[in-house]
Nanobody
Framework: QVQLVESGGGSVQPGGSQRLSCAAS????????MGWYRQAPGKQRELVAR???????EYADSVKGRFTISRDNAKNTVYLQMNSLKPEDTGVYLC???????????WGQGTQVTVSS
């Protein structure tokens, strides 16, 4: 299994920035992709961004141009830089790692991001 420890998050005003980090440990040799999801109250969990081992990156349309995902393989850490934050970005952000065959699917504990004036 893979253990994930997230950091970052908190409260920020609209237009502000935040950076989330997620450090992975354990059976990381199986990791094929690392990503971030978010869940707002009363809404389904949604993909925010993810990065694959081959460097391919995917973003949700709602965050394109504002969020940047990056991965430091030496530190087994994935980052999410969030700029121009909007109130609708509010939610619990969860780190996720998966293996190519789907047998590995680990989640972090989540970190709250609140965008409000």
């Amino acid at each position: 299994q893979v253990q994930l420890v997230e950091s970052g998050g908190g409260s920020v005003q609209p237009g502000g920035s935040q950076r989330l980090s997620c450090a992975a440990s354990g059976s990381i040799f199986n990791v094929y992709l690392m990503g971030w999801y978010r869940q707002a109250p009363g809404k389904q969990r949604e993909l925010v961004a993810r990065v694959f081992n081959d460097g391919r990156i995917e973003y949700a349309d709602s965050v394109k141009g504002r969020f940047t995902i990056s991965r430091d393989n030496a530190k087994n850490t994935v980052y999410l830089q969030m700029n121009s934050l909007k109130p609708e970005d509010t939610g619990v952000y969860l780190c996720n790692v998966k293996s190519r065959d789907g047998r590995l699917d680990s989640w972090g504990q989540g970190t709250q991001v609140t965008v409000s004036s």
